[in-house]
């Protein structure tokens, strides 16, 4: 175990959320932060996980996850009162966040805010540190709100190196790696060395410390991040690889992957080996785990590695979701110039334990498709209909969400995709969604509106009014051709003609997304 000159602990805390009145809360429990706490823990660093939305493991739920503040901004925030994190955070050297989730940034600068007050109180330095998409995109905003270091790439070894840094008497961060901190109030941006290239992850990103999470309070709410679970299903997220091959305008890769200079190669396609997410899987089932999340951008893109795959997930009792999206053009084969359905593929996923997949077909227009969506399906040719009937036919259960009001999108192309989910439902789509694209920072369509120098100015004095409403249905902020108002009513009247009434019903009841995620 490493001996450091001072006695460094850190808490890596997931804060509460706010969320719209008819939104259904949701913990936390994200990846990120288990890959943190396990990269802390190799190098011998004692770090603890808080999710504040449930608290500590063993609270009462009704002082915690059902506990409703309706806030100023008309959000309601649920989860632990922001006054028990003066204590707590009173017995750390580092507080850390990860920020992935534009609509939490009030959030976490709560958390920020608190931290420096506590710092303050007790005479003590505690260093705020942040990092994730939305932490690296509003970097400027998070260090003027508590926060004194914005990790820009991928955080195993950022976090290692920050709390080594941090035990010196005299911390230089400008020999951190891909940080952004400030120095006499100018923004400093580090650089990282450059190393050879490794074929897998496994070289420096260690296993995901899942056992920190609260898992029997999880159990106990049985609400996953996407889809619906049987009341008592232990679950747990679980990754393959990182990145993504498509470069999606609404997504963050497009935007990790121009700026790799900055960010470093988080953006593009990263390997765990076959052995290592077969360990994963072992770690999580010695946890009592039954259900396990696909977390990748991109599960699909390499089939001849997921066939050796299966053979590492396939256990007794262990079953599957890719609730993050299937990537369509993977469930098909070109055979002479023509399309046809995978079967061997979709079987393949049920023998191993899948049992839910989100296909995520998003619209029928391919003019939307190859502008915001890298042209990584054709709708007109690789066979959505017989995709959901080949799923269906193996007992897999086939959700779907659909994005409607791009900001060029005429009314015409919505009603197409509306029909285009009523012959998806009638081929044996169980549910499906729909969601209007948000502009999320750290995307090419945020830099898009951003490019009006008047938004970017107001933007940068009032984000918060800005970041609160960035929801899928929620009217959008920046102009479409179709309505704001409009779209949000098409969401809510579409999802429920499509739908059957008793999803609806249920879905209602326990406010189920309407969104499909």
């Given amino acids: 175990m490493t001996l450091y000159k001072k006695n460094i602990r850190v808490l890596l805390i997931e804060p509460a959320v706010q969320r719209p009145t008819f939104d259904r809360p949701k913990p936390n429990g994200n990846l990120g932060p288990a890959y943190i706490i396990g990269a802390l823990r190799k190098h011998g660093v004692e770090v603890d996980y808080l999710d504040a939305t449930v608290g500590q493991e063993g609270r009462d739920l009704k002082e915690t996850f059902y506990s409703r503040t309706e806030l100023e901004n008309g959000l309601i925030r649920f989860g632990m009162n922001p006054k028990e994190y003066y204590e707590i955070f009173s017995n750390y050297d580092i507080i850390a966040t990860s ?37 690296r995109a509003l970097k400027e905003h998070f260090l003027s709100n508590g926060f004194d270091i914005v990790a820009l790439g991928d955080g195993e070894r950022t976090i290692v190196q920050i709390v080594d840094e941090f035990s010196k008497s005299k911390p230089d961060f400008s020999k951190v790696e891909r940080i952004a901190f400030k120095e006499n109030e100018k923004i400093i941006i580090t650089s990282s060395v450059k190393r050879k290239p490794t074929k897998f992850l496994d070289d420096h990103v260690p296993h995901p410390a899942i056992d920190a999470f609260p898992l029997d309070t999880y159990q106990k709410l049985s609400i996953p991040h996407a889809g619906y679970i049987p009341p008592g299903t232990r679950i747990a997220p679980i990754m393959t690889a990182r990145g ?88 098909v084969n070109k055979e002479n110039g023509k399309y046809e359905v995978d079967e061997d593929f979709i079987n393949m996923l049920a023998g191993f334990g899948m049992d839910e997949l989100l296909l995520p077909f998003e619209t029928r227009s391919n003019e939307m498709l190859q502008k915001y969506a890298t042209g990584k399906y054709d709708p007109e040719k690789m066979l959505p209909y017989g995709i959901v009937k080949t799923v269906k036919k193996h007992k897999i259960s086939a959700r779907s ?38 502009p999320y920072p750290g995307t090419l369509d945020f830099d898009h509106e951003m490019t009006n120098k008047d938004v970017k100015k107001d933007f940068d004095n009032n984000v918060l009014k ?3 409403f960035m929801h899928p249905l929620l009217p959008p902020l920046f102009p479409t051709t ?36």
């Fill in 482 to 517: 179709v309505p704001g108002d409009k779209l949000v009513k098409a969401c809510r009247e579409f999802w429920e003609e499509l739908n059957t009434p008793d999803y609806v019903a249920h879905a209602d009841k326990h406010q189920l997304s309407i969104t499909g995620y």
């Fill in 244 to 331: 993504c091959q498509d470069a999606c305008t609404f997504c963050h890769v497009s935007k990790d992957k121009q700026e790799r200079d900055l960010y470093g190669d988080i953006g593009y396609l990263k390997l765990f080996s076959e052995q290592r997410v077969a360990e994963d899987v072992k770690r999580a089932e010695k946890l009592g785990v039954t259900r396990l999340y696909f977390e990748d951008d991109n599960l699909f893109f390499n089939k001849k590695r997921l066939y050796k795959l299966a053979a590492h997930l396939q256990r007794s009792g262990m079953s599957y979701s890719d609730a993050n999206g299937a990537n369509l053009r993977f469930m």
């Fill in 401 to 438: 969400n659909f994005l409607i009001g791009f900001r060029d999108e005429t009314w015409e192309s919505i009603l197409a995709t509306k029909e285009f989910a009523k012959n998806l439902f009638a081929e044996g789509v169980d549910q499906a969604g729909f969601a209007i694209p948000v």
């Fill in 466 to 468: 800005y970041t609160d």
């Fill in 99 to 135: 920020s992935i989730f534009s609509a939490q940034t009030r959030m976490h600068f709560e958390i920020g805010s608190i931290a420096k007050k506590v710092s303050k109180t007790i005479g003590k330095k505690i260093l705020v540190v942040s990092g994730g998409v939305n932490a």
